[in-house]
């Protein structure tokens, strides 16, 4: 099948328009997002970080994170609203997953613990706990129980690499 009329049309004009007048026109028709990053937290024993948000009435038990700032990369959103929210420092691993949720694009960031400070309750999170996946609230959302699934199989193919899975072959 061949190209709308629409598209063709839309190709042309862009050829002979000037650029910024392209990018202000993709910027009117095109849909935005606010950026929020999900931290998806282990520890060694691989349990998974949850916090206790004071504003939610309904499944306040979630994963770590918050909006990302201007100019500020996901890794660096992870850090900072760890540090901020539970007193936790973590290494940044990988992204897991990107998903359109209702009013953001989230970003979902696996997060390995390095530290924790003494917890401190604050405005936004009142209590923490480290939850292994059969532990984990039954309201806990579809999406964050998709990243921490996720995680899940990108620390067994990580220990699969490393040889750790492996069992001695009886002889």
């Known amino acids: 099948m061949g190209d709308s009329w629409q598209k063709r049309w839309t190709i042309k004009l862009v050829k002979v328009l000037p650029g910024f007048v392209t990018r202000l026109i993709i910027y009117l028709v095109k849909k935005k997002y606010v950026v929020g990053v999900v931290a998806v937290v282990f520890n060694k024993e691989e349990k998974w970080l949850l916090l206790h948000h004071t504003y939610r009435k309904k499944g306040a038990w979630r994963l770590p994170g918050g909006l990302k700032e201007r100019g ?30 209702y009013a953001t694009l989230d970003i979902a960031v696996l997060c390995e613990l390095e530290a924790q400070d003494p917890f401190v309750a604050n405005a936004e999170v009142d209590d923490f706990r480290f939850l292994t996946l059969e532990e984990l609230p039954v309201d806990l959302p579809k999406e964050q129980l998709s990243f ?12 699969s690499a490393k040889g750790l899975d492996e069992h001695p072959r009886d002889t």
């Open 72 to 101: 500020e990369a996901p890794f660096e959103t992870a850090l900072r609203e760890l540090r901020e929210e539970a007193g936790i420092r973590v290494k940044p691993l990988a992204i897991l997953a990107v998903t359109e949720a």
């Open 148 to 159: 921490l699934a996720q995680a899940q199989t990108w620390l067994q193919a990580m220990r």
